[in-house]
């Protein structure tokens, strides 16, 4: 059963500690302080293997390609109301890690045997979620597609994208935390997710 107050984040840096995982903190916190079960999910420390587009999901309802640590995540990912996605922009889109996990979302359409251009989500009515990037360049027109790749599959899959952010001009380890008002913004930005699952 879905879990009206619960927030799943999930981390896709492969850097302990660095800035995606910062502001991934703070927008938990955020969340907290409105009431939030939240949980971080730090992809790097997990063992997922890349889709090899067999489509067996789309009967079996779960991947059965592999047998790794996102059978752990899909039922996290059913439960929680909200989702949050943070991913450092690699090369004007997303890591490795969260394109990984994206494409790892496919047992969760339905394909009309008749016609597999018809699809929905099988998810829940009603998710919430919020995405955002770091990236080391200072102006915005340099995290390319990444916030894109991000908000699209969560559109399709039924996920309201109530808030994007982005965080331009970071790469040393964790030098967010000098940026106090970006981290006031991230502390919001969770908060108002948070909120936003009782609406």
């Known amino acids: 059963m879905e879990q009206e107050y619960y927030i799943l984040g999930i981390s896709a840096s492969p850097r302990r500690g660095g800035n995606t995982e910062v502001l991934m903190d703070k927008i938990m916190q955020g969340a907290k302080s ?7 999910i730090n992809l790097r420390s ?3 293997k890349q889709c090899i ?29 909200g989702l949050v996605l943070g991913s450092p922009t690699h090369n004007y889109n997303v890591s ?22 018809y699809r929905y989500s099988l998810l829940p009515p009603g998710k919430k979620a919020l995405i ?8 915005r027109e340099n995290l390319g597609v990444v916030l894109e790749a991000m908000r699209l599959p ?3 899959l039924g996920y309201q ?24 913004n ?8 948070a909120r936003s699952l009782l609406t």
Do not use: W
């Open 96 to 117: 490795a890690k969260m394109k990984i996990f994206i494409d790892r979302l496919y047992p969760f359409y339905y394909f009309d045997p008749e016609n597999r251009r």
């Open 154 to 156: 969560l559109q399709a």
């Open 53 to 81: 587009g067999c489509e067996c999901c789309r009967t079996a309802r779960i991947c059965r390609a592999h047998r790794d640590d996102m059978q752990l995540l899909y039922s996290k990912i059913k439960a929680a109301k």
């Open 46 to 48: 997990l063992r997922i």
């Open 161 to 184: 994208v109530i808030d994007e952010f982005a965080a331009p001009g970071f790469f040393e380890k964790a030098a967010v935390l000098k940026d106090e008002q970006l981290l006031n």
């Open 34 to 40: 409105e009431g939030a079960i939240v949980e971080i």
């Open 186 to 193: 991230a502390y919001e930005a969770g908060a108002r997710l």
């Open 132 to 139: 955002y990037s770091v990236c080391e360049q200072p102006n």
